[in-house]
């Protein structure tokens, strides 16, 4: 892998490869309509004799970013928890789970199917890779403090990543922080409680930066703490990576329960921005209804997506349609307003700004209007010189971190609860979110140079923002044959993807040395 590059071979091998796939989807050419697409019936299976191909042939370029930026070595020097090596060392184990998920496991079990997989073994350059019950011991060799620092190896790799990307992407980091629920089904598994809605299981803290959707800190407890619990420690860890890493500014979010308003002023003067939901409250409701008239002005969202063709006719809601139908009571928005005041905090000396969003809505009943009604927002915030409306925008931008905790859940698989006890669950939760870490960190890496600067940015962007699952069928479930020579493990990719040339412009990248 390391001999590949972005030659005039491999482009023009790539661009045949794209008219090919060209001529087969062309819609003019309307040959063999006449029977359904689907014709193989005469279907035979063999065993291969010489050709070794893997399904993940993606899984190399995933490996690379982690070897050349000092990973691997980072946890075997930092992370003594076996006594003896044999065979597997601490980065074996980590890895070995992280890239279970990324190429397509779900569970501790599935590492059974690649550990018998031989052409996996030669991909990965391994006689062989812990079974299940070995990776579940891992886990439970993990105490707090180890898991600590394995989080602090795993930023301390984010920061040379980190220098990758323009400078203008340091302009500010924003940090949010949200608490979700891991329910699991097993009895015995200490440390697991009840939480507010029934839930059985746990109840992880997760700190991440939304400018690359990475998760900085992961934070396991029993499924009855509240979300906010240990939220200013991390926020204050996560605060001082981001100084080192160059971000010039640091703002927190969060919503309602993570005001935390005993940190605001010691954030203030570390001259942190942070704009948090406030619960609202009877006296904030007070406020707001005594503010003059002219100091509200209407909010206006901007759309969400940029339109570039004509205006088409809008869509039936068939949401509404049916609780019109069944007259069940419907909430509507009307319009919104927006206004700020100052307040301070019970547990602050200072006074800050509080920004109010005002939702008129009207409660209909089938088609009969009921009443009309309001809802109010309120934000917190130490910045004085953005515009309230740019405030809210700010604030309700943190929904994707919502995002983020679905991914991992659901795409990546890493938010689970596979062994036994509190501690070993956050070991594994951690090791488990390197997995969205290395595509993000394979993202961050592409290049954005030459005439193709625009275009490159938007792939770049793109991959960024991907969800697991199409990442994994874009970047990682490519065939590719195995070959063994000359003391260099070759990559023979067998199909092919729009995405390849992206594929090949990071491998390019990653034979430059690391900016320093």
């Known amino acids: 892998m390391e001999g590949f590059r972005v030659n005039t071979r491999i482009q023009k091998q790539l661009l045949r490869r794209k008219r090919r796939i060209e001529r087969r989807l062309d819609k003019t050419d309307n040959r063999g309509c006449e029977k359904p697409m689907f014709t193989a019936s005469n279907i035979h299976y063999e065993i291969a004799e010489r050709t070794r191909a893997v399904g993940a042939g993606g899984i190399g370029a995933i490996h690379l970013p982690a070897r050349k930026i000092g990973l691997i070595d980072a946890i075997d020097r930092r992370l003594p928890l076996l006594k003896t090596h044999l065979p597997y060392h601490e980065s074996d184990h980590v890895l070995n789970m992280a890239y279970n998920l990324v190429c397509g496991g779900n569970c501790l079990e599935h590492l059974e199917l690649l550990r018998n997989d031989e052409v996996y073994l030669d991909a990965r350059g391994a006689r062989r890779i812990p079974d299940p019950t070995t990776a579940g011991d891992f886990c439970r060799r993990f105490s707090n403090h180890a898991i600590e620092t394995l989080q602090e190896v795993f930023n301390e790799t984010r920061l040379q990543v980190w220098q990758r990307p323009p400078s203008k992407c340091f302009a500010e980091a924003v940090l949010d ?58 926020f204050d860890r996560a605060v001082a990576l981001c100084r080192r890493a160059g971000f010039k500014k640091v703002t927190l979010r969060g919503d309602t329960a993570f005001t935390q308003t005993e940190h605001l002023d010691r954030w203030n003067d570390d001259g942190v921005r942070f704009v948090f939901g406030v619960d609202a409250r009877a006296n904030l409701y007070e406020k707001a209804e005594n503010l003059p008239p002219n100091a509200w002005r209407r909010l206006v969202r901007r759309p969400k997506h940029e339109r570039k063709t004509e205006a088409r006719r809008r869509r039936t809601n068939v949401k509404n349609r049916l609780v019109a139908r069944r007259e069940f009571k419907n909430l509507r928005l009307v319009k919104e307003h927006v206004a700020e005041f100052e307040y301070s905090p019970t547990k602050c000396t200072k006074t800050y700004r509080v920004v109010v969003a005002w939702k008129d809505l009207e409660v209909t009943e089938g088609q009969r209007k009921l009443f009309d009604d309001s809802k109010c927002f309120f934000y917190i915030t130490n910045d004085g010189d953005t515009p309230a409306e740019e405030i809210v925008f700010l604030a309700n931008g943190r929904c994707n971190q919502e995002n983020l ?112």
């Open 177 to 234: 922080a949200d608490g979700t629920l891991v329910e699991t089904t097993g009895e015995c598994k200490q440390g697991m409680d009840i939480a507010y809605d029934g839930t059985w299981g746990y109840h992880p803290l997760i700190v991440s930066l939304a400018n690359t959707g990475e998760p900085l800190y992961v934070v396991n407890r029993g499924g009855n703490r509240p979300s906010e619990e240990g939220a200013s420690v991390y």
């Open 405 to 516: 905790i679905g991914q991992l859940k659901s795409g990546v698989r890493s938010l689970s609860a596979p062994v036994d006890n509190l501690t070993s669950h956050w070991a594994y939760l951690v090791m488990a979110s390197l997995a969205w870490s290395l595509k993000a960190w394979a993202a961050l890496s592409l290049p954005e140079r030459g005439r193709g600067k625009e275009k490159h940015a938007n792939e770049k962007r793109t991959l960024l923002r991907m969800d697991f699952a199409t990442f994994r069928r874009a970047m990682i479930h490519v065939p590719a044959r195995i070959v063994r020579s000359g003391g260099r493990i070759v990559y023979r990719l067998l199909a092919w993807n729009p995405w390849q040339p992206v594929f090949f412009r990071l491998l390019d990248q990653l034979r430059l040395p690391l900016r320093g």
